[in-house]
């Protein structure tokens, strides 16, 4: 991709011609160029994320979208280290809690079997080595995402860019 960033693209297709030829076009329009199948993969490492959203109430350390849950942060991590959550990380108003891949959906169900309102849960392709890049260049690898994902044959499409807050703050603008 542009700026030397690797993109890894998922693709479902019934015409694989097709779907090449248009990622590929996407690709030169945008600086960058298509690499040979798996060439970008090593950049990447296959992960499970779920999405609790928090309560915040009164004290603050609510951490689950349900009623009655008392749970604090320490009590969240105990709780995730039993049902084979990896790590977890604050975003804001919810958790992202980060699994094996393979065990996304057993994670995901165990939370909700205590009670715990899952937002969302995915397999997702989290870099490895994440690229430092100006803003300049985070627009047009958003650019390049953005017209990738509009091909109804694109299922995803990660990235290895770092998306420091400044960069996130110019991407929403």
């Known amino acids: 991709g542009p700026a030397g960033i690797g993109l890894y693209v998922e693709c479902l297709t019934d015409n694989r011609n097709r779907t090449a030829a ?3 076009s996407a690709f030169t329009k945008s600086g960058g160029s298509l690499a040979t199948s798996g060439a970008v993969a090593f950049q990447f490492e296959k992960k499970g994320q779920i999405i609790v959203e928090k309560v915040i109430e009164g004290d603050g350390k609510k951490v689950a979208d349900r009623p009655n849950c008392d749970m604090d942060e320490d009590e969240f991590t105990e709780l995730l ?17 980060y699994t094996e891949a393979t065990e996304v959906m057993a994670v995901k169900s165990a939370l909700e079997e205590q009670g715990i309102e899952v937002k969302g849960a ?13 803003v300049e260049d985070a627009k047009k690898v958003q650019r390049l995402i953005d017209r990738l994902e509009d091909f109804d044959d694109v299922q995803s499409v990660a990235h290895t860019m770092e998306i420091t807050d400044e960069i996130a703050e110019a991407l929403e603008a």
């Open 22 to 24: 248009d990622v590929r």
């Open 122 to 134: 995915e397999q997702i392709m989290e870099p490895t080595n994440p690229v430092a890049v100006s």
């Open 81 to 97: 280290l039993e049902v084979g959550g990896d790590d977890f990380e604050d975003a804001g108003e919810e958790w992202i809690i």
